[in-house]
């Protein structure tokens, strides 16, 4: 699930990210949410019931989203709601203090779920085409709608070199 959001650049985690504070959707059957139609047409198929998203915020920060999902229909109590804020605002502190803590305790490979290869191709891609970052990542997105890829595909394929995209002024065919 939260890959598709990635890929897609909509959901719940999204939402509490860039509003800082929480989205609850009890009853994902009966939601009349409009602002996120591409992640509900994907996510149709699964059994989710419903979906809960925490900002992960420290200060003016914002570090993330902890989506929760249940396979039925359930409300979280005020008291769980709570709960779920405290928990989120200690991960966001350890996060934080993992990213600012020394490189040598960090892995060198990429796991399967890391955001460093799409980070790493964005590079590529706004070097190759001049653009800003944020362009330079939306053509890697909009590269893994096309093809109903992962954009982490598409981010190795671009490491890789194979895939290449030319700026408009440059001769020759455009990937």
């Given at each position: 699930m939260d890959e598709l959001q990635f890929d897609l650049g909509e959901?719940?985690?999204?939402?509490?990210?860039?509003n800082?504070?929480?989205?609850?959707?009890?009853?994902?059957?009966?939601?009349?949410?409009?602002?996120?139609?591409?992640?509900?047409?994907?996510?149709?198929?699964?059994?989710?019931g419903a979906i809960f998203a925490f900002p992960l915020l420290f200060g003016p920060l914002e570090i993330g989203a902890v989506d929760l999902?249940?396979?039925?229909?359930?409300?979280?109590?005020?008291?769980q709601q709570g709960q779920a804020l405290a928990l989120s605002a200690i991960v966001s502190r350890i996060i934080l203090r993992h990213a600012i803590?020394?490189?040598d305790n960090l892995p060198d490979e990429t796991t399967t779920f890391?955001?460093?290869l799409?980070?790493?191709?964005?590079?590529?891609?706004?070097?190759?085409?001049?653009t800003t970052a944020e362009d330079a990542h939306l053509v890697i997105q909009a590269r893994a709608f096309a093809e109903n890829r992962p954009m982490r595909e598409i981010a190795q394929d671009v490491i890789e070199r194979r895939i290449r995209f030319a700026a408009l002024t440059e001769p020759g065919p455009i990937l």
């Open positions: 959901g719940p985690c999204w939402d509490a990210l860039v800082r504070r929480p989205v609850l959707e009890p009853d994902l059957a009966s939601t009349s949410r409009v602002s996120w139609p591409a992640f509900l047409e994907a996510i149709r198929e699964e059994e989710i999902y249940s396979i039925a229909p359930v409300s979280l109590t005020p008291e803590s020394s490189t890391s955001r460093r799409i980070h790493q191709a964005t590079g590529m891609v706004l070097a190759q085409l001049g």
